[in-house]
Structures are given as C-alpha cells and as structure tokens.
C-alpha cells in the first residue's frame, strides 16, 4: 500500500474510540504525522504508546514502516502493529498480514498472512478484506511460474476443477467484491481489471461504474478496458468482456476481408485496409451457463465458469458488408475461447 494513502487510513482506522485507554499524545501524534511534522509525530506517538494507548503503536508502526521520522525498520514496525492489534486497533492486523506476506520484518509465511488478514476482514477492516482476495488469488490460486509468465498446465488444471473444488475461488471473488462496495480504492482499481478481463453478466457496466468513482486513474490497461467498454456500446449487444473482444477481432477482421473481398488466401488481406466492425449482436444466447457462487448481494452472476454462446459480428471491407459468426466458450478462468464462420456470400 502506498504511504500517500496513509493519513486517510489513520483517520479512519485509528480514529476509533478505545475505551477505557489513554489517549495520551495520541491526537497530538496524529495531528503531527498529518501535518507531515514526523519528528513531532514520532515523539507524541511513543509517549502515547508508553501510557498504553495501542493507537499510538500503530502510528510508530506505520512511521517504521515507511521510514517517516526514523530509518525503516520491518521489524520494529512489526512489534508495533501487533500491540496495536493485540488492543484491538481496526486495521493492525492488515499490517501484519501484509509483513508475513512479502516476508518483511518476520519469515514469510502466507498461512499466516492468510489467517491475520482474514482477521482483519473479519473486523470490517475493507484493506484486510482486499489482502485475503490478493493473497488467495497470488499464492494459492496463481497460475504465473517463477519468471511471471502463464504456466498452462497450471491455468488449465484450475481452469478445469468443478465448483465444488472452487470455495477459495468464491472467498477470494467475495472478498474482493466486498472490499471494492466499500470503496477501498486498491481494490475498487483490481476489480475493475477483472471486469475487464472476464465473462459475466453486467461486468461491462461494472467496470465503467467504477472507474467513474475512481478519480485520477492513469494505469494505461485499465484505462485501454474502459476505452475498449465505451466503443463496443456503441456497436450494440455482446457477451464478450473487452479482452476477449480484443482477443477475438483478428480472426474475425481476416474472416470478414476474405468474404467481402473475394479472397483466397489469407496473405492477400494485409494488402486491404482492414475491415471496420460496425455492429455485433448476440445471435445465439447464452446455453449450459454455471456461475462462482457469491455471497455478496449483486455478484452473483459476475463470474461465468461455464457456458457458451454465439455472436454475429458485420464489418464493411471492399465497399461490401460481411457477418461472421464468433461462437464463445467460458474457459473456466474467466477467460473464453472462440472460433469463427463466415457467412457463405457477402452482402
């Protein structure tokens, strides 16, 4: 997480009431650590942590951790963030599932980091909830291999597994969708990337619905999806999410150039100008559809497993107008595969 969300974070997550706690130096240190005065903030935070106030171990924790007011030290910032976890500071547990996570301060262990950022979740804390879906989805349910490229046998052993194999998938999808409703902005960012690049009813309109709430987006993928979302409605009606769009026009696009040109071979199209796709429609509906269970209200038809339908995709090349047929299957991943008919005459 980045260190310019952390005054935000403070305020929401130490801002909370302990009762029956000191609150000596605390809203000092606080106060200090938003003005960005940290040798002040550092000062007040120990004096606070000293009385017994846990919220005072966390910000020591957060300024070790970043190295603000003090040399970064993992480890100091670690037997910070569990005294303020142990006095039951909303967001502690975060941290530490964090540490145990990219092994920083303490032994990388992602059992652990699991087990403490479930327990974060498990106390509202939105963060938590995102590094449970982030360490599922990165160190249970990867499929990338040491130098972070596909492994396919990987990809398609998951890919294959039935739903009931798949509940770490849906605590994974939940808990990435819970953390985006309540606007945690990492997650709201990751979500919307999924959308991007998976199968399910209404992802399209997710994905632009939250990139509308997320200002100042400027990661160049994400913001080549929404492109991609906002120039396929204005061709009409597709079950393809935009990557499986992108992935799918260059088989269609030859299809199309070869009818409507006359073509025999292939290598004679990239002498044309390409086609230009002017509408799509979903010809034949979805069939056979199995979705991830989802526990959260909304999401229930966000992650298609399995199912297959067929779409009608016309273009004009050669002052003529070509439809090709593009049938789709959910790959078990998110993903789809797809293949192409042309119609036999061109219009």
Known sequence: MSGSRLPVLLVLFLGVAIHGVSRAGFDEALKAYQAKDFPLALSEARKAADAGEPRGSMILGVMYQNGQ??????????????????????????????AHARGQGVAKD???????????????????????????????????????????QRYMKLAGRPLSERAM???????????????????????????GGSIGDGNRQRLQALM?????????????????????DTLGQSNASPQAFV????????????????????????????????SIKVSKPLSDAVYLPSR?????????????????????ACDKQAQVTVRFKADGLGGTQFSTTPNAKPN
């Open 69 to 98: 007011g003090v040399t970064a030290d993992h480890a100091q910032a670690v037997k910070h963030f569990e005294k303020a976890a142990q006095g039951g500071v909303v967001n502690a547990n975060a941290r530490l599932a964090q």
């Open 110 to 152: 992602r059992d652990k980091a699991l087990a403490l950022a479930r327990r974060a979740a498990q106390q509202g804390d939105a963060e938590g909830a995102f590094l449970v879906s982030v360490i599922l989805a990165g160190e249970f349910l990867g499929y990338l291999d040491a130098n972070g490229k596909p492994d396919r």
């Open 169 to 195: 998938d849906t605590e994974a999808r939940d808990a990435l969708y819970w953390s985006a409703d309540k606007s945690f902005p990492p997650a709201m960012m990751t979500l919307a990337m999924s959308m």
């Open 212 to 232: 509308a709430k997320l200002p100042n987006v400027t990661y160049p993928a994400l913001l080549n999806y929404q492109k991609i979302a906002s120039y396929m």
């Open 247 to 278: 992935d799918a026009q260059a088989p269609q696009m030859l299809a199309a150039a070869m009818q409507a040109c006359g073509l025999r071979d292939g290598k004679d199209a990239a002498k044309l100008p390409p086609p230009r796709l002017v």
């Open 296 to 316: 959260i209200p909304g999401y229930e038809r966000a992650y298609l497993v399995s199912g297959q339908w067929e779409e009608a995709w016309t273009y004009t």
